[in-house]
C-alpha cells in the first residue's frame, strides 16, 4: 500500500512515497552462520567491474539535490562502517545521519522518491532505514529478505542495460546498470538470504555515493564453499547464456569472453564478437537482438554506443498480433511512417476474424473485439459480421469491453438486451469471484446512455442502479453512483447521502461527482460537515469542486 506524503518536499525539490512493510516471518535460526568474515574486498574494487558500458549522459536519475550537506556527499568524503549481526556498507560518517532497522511488525514509514511502478519486490523482513536529520528525511532503504535469488522485476524509472555480477566476501553481488552506466539497483544474495538497496532512481542522493553504500553492501555471514564457480552455474541456470554477460571485465581475451558466453558467435573477427537471435513471445510478436563486443589487440575495451540493438519482427500474417499490429502502427507496423491500411490488408483482417470468432475454442475474444471495431471503423461491412457478434454477446462468460460498441456500430436490436443481460451476470451470484470488474463501469455507463423511451425500459435500468448501489462489492456500488441520476431525484439524494459515507473510498469520490446534480442548496450543511471530514485528498477535492457549484 502506497501514499503520497509531501513533507519532505521542500528538502529535496520532490514529492515521496510511503511503503508499508508486508508481513513475513523472519527466523534468525536461519541465517548462514557457517563462517563470519570480516569486509575485505574494497568497494573500489567491485565498482570497477562496472566500467563496460559507453559513458554518456543518462537521462534517469534523482530529482534536483538537497541543499543539505549529507545529500551532497560523494564517495571520497567521510564514511565510516555499519555493520550488525546481519549485514554490513559503508555510510556517510556526518552527525546527523541515521541507520535504523525494523521488522515488518512495527509498520515503519517509509519514504522513497518519486512514484515505485512496476513488478520490483519491496516485501522485507528486515529493513534498514537511512535518513537525514531530526526530520528524517528519506536517504536509502535497504531491504532483507530470506531469498536465494535476485529480484526479477521490473521499476519503469529507466532500463537496466547490464546488469553486472561480482563473487566477493563469499556472496554474490548484482550491479545493475542504467544504459549511460550509472548504477540503478544493487542486489547482494548469499544463498539464503538477499539484501536490495533500493533504487537510485528513487533517492536524492548522489551517484557516487549510492555506488559506494551499494559496493561495499555485503552479508556478515555466508557459505564458505560459496565461490565464483558456484555462482556462476547459478548465473547460468537462471539467466541463460547473456547472463555470461555479466561475467565479463575489460582486458579479456577474446578466447576467455568466447568460454565464459559459451556460444558460438553470430560473426567473429579480430575487432569484435557478434551474437544474435531472435525472441518470439506467445502473441508471436517477436525482436531480433544483437551484440557486438569491441577488442583491441585482441583484449576487450569499453562498449560502443551500438553495442547492443534490436529491431522488431512482424508476426505471421493474419496472427491476432499482426492484425492488432497492422492498425496500431497505420498499416506498416515496420516502416518510418503510418501509411493507411491497404483494401487486401482489411480483406486479410476481416477473414482472420470471422476464422477466430467462429472457431469452437474461442480466445482473445476481447482482443479480437477490438480487431473488429478498427476493422468497422476503417468502413469495411460484411453480412456475417452481424451473426457473430450476436451470437458471442450471449456468451457471459467471455470479457466484453467492445462488444456494446460494436453491436451499436452494427446497428443490431440485441444492443439493449446486450447490456441487461450482462448487468444482470455481474449483479447475480454467477460472477461471485468478480470477473471482468474492469468492464462494470462501462456497462452501467452504457446503460444511462441510452434514450429509455419506453417505460418499461427505464423501471428495468433504476432497478439495477437500485441493487448495484447496495451491492456487497465496492466496483459495482462505485459503477452505480455513478449513474444515480436513472432514479428519482429523491431517492438519488438518499443514494448519495449514504454513498458519501461508504468504506470505500472510490464509491465516496463516484459520489463526490454526483453531488451538484442531485443535491441543492438545501444540503450545503450537511454536506460541509462531511467534507470536513473526509480523509482522502481525492475525494475532499471532488466533494469541494460539486459543493461550489451547488453555491
Same mark, same amino acid.
Request: charged content about 30%; hydrophobic content about 40%.
Given at each position: 500500500?502506497?501514499?503520497?506524503?509531501?513533507?519532505?518536499?521542500?528538502?529535496?525539490?520532490?514529492?515521496?512515497?510511503?511503503?508499508?512493510?508486508?508481513?513475513?516471518?523472519?527466523? +534468525?535460526?536461519?541465517?548462514?552462520?557457517?563462517?563470519?568474515?570480516?569486509?575485505?574486498?574494497?568497494?573500489?574494487?567491485?565498482?570497477?567491474?562496472?566500467?563496460?558500458?559507453?559513458?554518456?549522459?543518462?537521462?534517469?536519475?534523482?530529482?534536483?539535490?538537497?541543499?543539505?550537506?549529507?545529500?551532497?556527499?560523494?564517495?571520497?568524503?567521510?564514511?565510516?562502517?555499519?555493520?550488525?549481526?546481519?549485514?554490513?556498507?559503508?555510510?556517510?560518517?556526518?552527525?546527523?545521519?541515521?541507520?535504523?532497522?525494523?521488522?515488518?511488525?512495527?509498520?515503519?514509514?517509509?519514504?522513497?522518491?518519486?512514484?515505485?511502478?512496476?513488478?520490483?519486490?519491496?516485501?522485507?523482513?528486515?529493513?534498514?532505514r537511512m535518513t537525514v536529520g531530526e526530520e528524517k528525511a528519506p536517504y536509502g532503504l535497504?531491504?532483507?529478505?530470506?531469498?536465494?535469488?535476485?529480484?526479477?522485476?521490473?521499476?519503469?524509472?529507466?532500463?537496466?542495460?547490464?546488469?553486472?555480477?561480482?563473487?566477493?566476501?563469499?556472496?554474490?553481488?548484482?550491479?545493475?546498470?542504467?544504459?549511460?552506466?550509472?548504477?540503478?539497483?544493487?542486489?547482494?544474495?548469499?544463498?539464503?538470504?538477499? %539484501?536490495?538497496?533500493?533504487?537510485?532512481?528513487?533517492?536524492?542522493?548522489?551517484?557516487?555515493?549510492?555506488?559506494?553504500?551499494?559496493?561495499?553492501?555485503?552479508?556478515?555471514?555466508?557459505?564458505?564453499?560459496?565461490?565464483? %564457480?558456484?555462482?556462476?552455474?547459478?548465473?547460468?541456470?537462471?539467466?541463460?547464456?547473456?547472463?555470461?554477460?555479466?561475467?565479463?571485465?575489460?582486458?579479456?581475451?577474446?578466447?576467455?569472453?568466447?568460454?565464459?558466453?559459451?556460444?558460438?558467435?553470430?560473426?567473429?573477427?579480430?575487432?569484435?564478437?557478434?551474437?544474435?537471435?531472435?525472441?518470439?513471445?506467445?502473441?508471436?510478436?517477436?525482436?531480433?537482438?544483437?551484440?557486438?563486443?569491441?577488442?583491441?589487440?585482441?583484449?576487450?575495451?569499453?562498449?560502443? +554506443?551500438?553495442?547492443?540493438?534490436?529491431?522488431?519482427?512482424?508476426?505471421?500474417?493474419?496472427?491476432?498480433?499482426?492484425? $492488432?499490429?497492422?492498425?496500431?502502427?497505420?498499416?506498416?507496423?515496420?516502416?518510418?511512417?503510418?501509411?493507411?491500411?491497404? $483494401? $487486401?490488408?482489411?480483406?486479410?483482417?476481416?477473414?482472420?476474424?470471422?476464422?477466430?470468432?467462429?472457431?469452437? +475454442?474461442?480466445? *482473445?475474444?476481447?482482443?479480437?473485439?477490438?480487431?473488429?471495431?478498427?476493422?468497422?471503423?476503417?468502413?469495411?461491412?460484411?453480412?456475417?459480421?452481424?451473426?457473430?457478434?450476436?451470437?458471442?454477446?450471449?456468451?457471459?462468460?467471455?470479457?466484453?469491453?467492445?462488444?456494446?460498441?460494436?453491436?451499436?456500430?452494427? $446497428?443490431?436490436?440485441?444492443?439493449?438486451?446486450?447490456?441487461?443481460?450482462?448487468?444482470?451476470?455481474?449483479?447475480?451470484?454467477? *460472477?461471485?469471484?468478480?470477473?471482468?470488474?474492469?468492464?462494470?463501469?462501462?456497462?452501467?455507463? *452504457?446503460?444511462? *446512455?441510452?434514450?429509455?423511451?419506453?417505460?418499461?425500459?427505464?423501471?428495468?435500468?433504476?432497478?439495477?442502479?437500485?441493487?448495484?448501489?447496495?451491492?456487497?462489492?465496492?466496483?459495482?456500488?462505485?459503477?452505480?453512483?455513478?449513474?444515480?441520476?436513472?432514479?428519482?431525484?429523491?431517492?438519488?439524494?438518499?443514494?448519495?447521502?449514504?454513498?458519501?459515507?461508504?468504506?470505500?473510498?472510490?464509491?465516496?469520490?463516484?459520489?463526490?461527482?454526483?453531488?451538484?446534480?442531485?443535491?441543492?442548496?438545501?444540503?450545503?450543511?450537511?454536506?460541509?460537515?462531511?467534507?470536513?471530514?473526509?480523509?482522502?485528498?481525492?475525494?475532499?477535492?471532488?466533494?469541494?469542486?460539486?459543493?461550489?457549484?451547488?453555491?
Open positions: 500500500m502506497i501514499r503520497e506524503v509531501m513533507d519532505f518536499g521542500r528538502l529535496v525539490g520532490t514529492s515521496f512515497l510511503v511503503l508499508v512493510a508486508s508481513s513475513v516471518g523472519w527466523g +534468525d535460526d536461519s541465517l548462514r552462520n557457517d563462517v563470519r568474515r570480516e569486509h575485505t574486498t574494497p568497494w573500489q574494487r567491485v565498482f570497477e567491474a562496472t566500467g563496460l558500458l559507453p559513458e554518456e549522459k543518462d537521462h534517469y536519475g534523482p530529482y534536483e539535490f538537497a541543499e543539505n550537506e549529507v545529500f551532497q556527499y560523494t564517495a571520497e568524503g567521510e564514511w565510516r562502517r555499519f555493520t550488525d549481526d546481519l549485514v554490513s556498507f559503508d555510510v556517510p560518517a556526518h552527525k546527523d545521519f541515521h541507520v535504523e532497522m525494523f521488522s515488518p511488525d512495527e509498520k515503519p514509514e517509509l519514504r522513497i522518491s518519486g512514484s515505485a511502478v512496476g513488478t520490483t519486490d519491496h516485501s522485507f523482513q528486515r529493513v534498514y535497504l531491504l532483507v529478505t530470506e531469498a536465494e535469488w535476485f529480484d526479477e522485476g521490473i521499476c519503469l524509472c529507466g532500463p537496466i542495460a547490464l546488469r553486472t555480477f561480482v563473487n566477493t566476501d563469499g556472496g554474490l553481488l548484482e550491479l545493475s546498470q542504467l544504459p549511460g552506466g550509472n548504477l540503478k539497483k544493487v542486489q547482494v544474495i548469499n544463498g539464503t538470504h538477499r %539484501a536490495i538497496l533500493f533504487e537510485w532512481t528513487h533517492s536524492a542522493i548522489r551517484q557516487e555515493a549510492y555506488a559506494r553504500i551499494g559496493c561495499s553492501l555485503r552479508f556478515t555471514k555466508v557459505a564458505p564453499e560459496y565461490g565464483k %564457480a558456484h555462482w556462476q552455474r547459478m548465473v547460468k541456470e537462471r539467466r541463460g547464456w547473456k547472463g555470461a554477460l555479466g561475467w565479463l571485465r575489460k582486458g579479456m581475451s577474446q578466447a576467455q569472453v568466447a568460454e565464459l558466453i559459451g556460444r558460438e558467435p553470430t560473426e567473429e573477427d579480430a575487432h569484435s564478437l557478434k551474437y544474435q537471435w531472435v525472441e518470439r513471445s506467445e502473441d508471436q510478436r517477436g525482436t531480433q537482438q544483437t551484440i557486438t563486443l569491441p577488442f583491441r589487440e585482441g583484449r576487450l575495451v569499453q562498449w560502443s +554506443d551500438e553495442w547492443y540493438q534490436w529491431k522488431k519482427l512482424q508476426a505471421p500474417e493474419g496472427t491476432l498480433a499482426w492484425c $492488432e499490429d497492422i492498425f496500431d502502427e497505420g498499416g506498416d507496423p515496420f516502416g518510418d511512417e503510418k501509411v493507411p491500411v491497404s $483494401e $487486401e490488408q482489411k480483406e486479410i483482417i476481416l477473414e482472420s476474424f470471422l476464422s477466430a470468432a467462429t472457431a469452437r +475454442d474461442l480466445v *482473445n475474444w476481447d482482443s479480437w473485439s477490438h480487431v473488429l471495431e478498427d476493422l468497422l471503423e476503417e468502413g469495411v461491412r460484411d453480412p456475417r459480421i452481424l451473426p457473430v457478434v450476436e451470437r458471442r454477446s450471449e456468451q457471459m462468460e467471455l470479457a466484453h469491453p467492445r462488444t456494446f460498441s460494436l453491436l451499436e456500430i452494427l $446497428e443490431s436490436e440485441k444492443r439493449v438486451p446486450f447490456v441487461f443481460k450482462r448487468m444482470e451476470y455481474f449483479l447475480s451470484e454467477e *460472477n461471485e469471484d468478480g470477473k471482468f470488474e474492469f468492464e462494470i463501469h462501462n456497462v452501467f455507463v *452504457n446503460m444511462s *446512455n441510452e434514450s429509455w423511451d419506453d417505460p418499461e425500459l427505464k423501471t428495468r435500468a433504476a432497478e439495477f442502479v437500485r441493487r448495484g448501489v447496495v451491492h456487497k462489492t465496492q466496483t459495482i456500488r462505485k459503477a452505480a453512483v455513478y449513474v444515480v441520476s436513472l432514479l428519482p431525484k429523491e431517492e438519488a439524494l438518499l443514494v448519495i447521502q449514504e454513498a458519501l459515507v461508504d468504506p470505500d473510498k472510490g464509491v465516496r469520490f463516484s459520489a463526490a461527482l454526483k453531488v451538484d446534480r442531485v443535491c441543492s442548496e438545501s444540503d450545503l450543511d450537511w454536506l460541509q460537515k462531511l467534507l470536513e471530514g473526509e480523509e482522502d485528498s481525492s475525494v475532499r477535492r471532488a466533494l469541494a469542486d460539486s459543493i461550489q457549484n451547488l453555491k
